[in-house]
Structure formats: structure tokens, C-alpha cells
């Protein structure tokens, strides 16, 4: 995990709601609501590297990587809470 967040071709999407994200995320993430994310499939077309999916405790970001997948983005992946993708950004 830590590898794809150095990648400066990576994509943090925080599938949290928008209230969720506004009281603290991780620095640089995009805020995409799960339920939006079938209205949204375009936006995560057009990032061009990685994308790292979190939530708060790594359910939501689950389901919203099973979408992504079967909406045919492959290289999707479950970053957790956003606790642990702040300790990732602590490395």
C-alpha cells in the first residue's frame, strides 16, 4: 500500500459523505460518496494511475472497490479507515 500511495499517478478517493470528509481526511483525497459512485464512473475513468478507495472503517471502501471492478476499473484497492491511511501517510 505504502508503494502505491508514493506513486504520484495514484488516486485517493474517500468514499465517505461529504459531512464524514469535511470534519478531516486524508490530505490530497477526492470526496466521491459510495452511493454516487455509479453517476461518478467517468471521474474514475479519467484517473490515469492507481486508485486507493478509504472510508471510515474499510466497509464502505470495500463496496465501492467491488463496484469500480465490476464497472471494469482493474486497478482499484482498499485502503481501509482512513486511520490507517493516515498512518500510511506517516511513512
Known amino acids: ?16 459523505e461529504v459531512g464524514e470528509y469535511m470534519q478531516g481526511h486524508y490530505e490530497g483525497a477526492i470526496n466521491i460518496p459510495l452511493g454516487t459512485i455509479p453517476n461518478q464512473i467517468d471521474k474514475f475513468k479519467s484517473m490515469e494511475g492507481p486508485i486507493i478507495v478509504y472510508c471510515r472503517s474499510g466497509n464502505r471502501s470495500g463496496m465501492a472497490q467491488n ?5 471494469g476499473i482493474p486497478e482499484v484497492y482498499n485502503g481501509g479507515g482512513l486511520h490507517d491511511m493516515l498512518v500510511y501517510s506517516e511513512n
Do not use: A, F, G, W
Not at 4 to 15: A, G, W
Not at 67 to 71: A, E, P, R, T
Open 67 to 71: 463496484i469500480l471492478k465490476q464497472m
Open 1 to 16: 500500500m505504502q508503494e502505491l500511495i508514493n506513486n504520484p499517478k495514484t488516486s485517493v478517493v474517500d468514499v465517505r
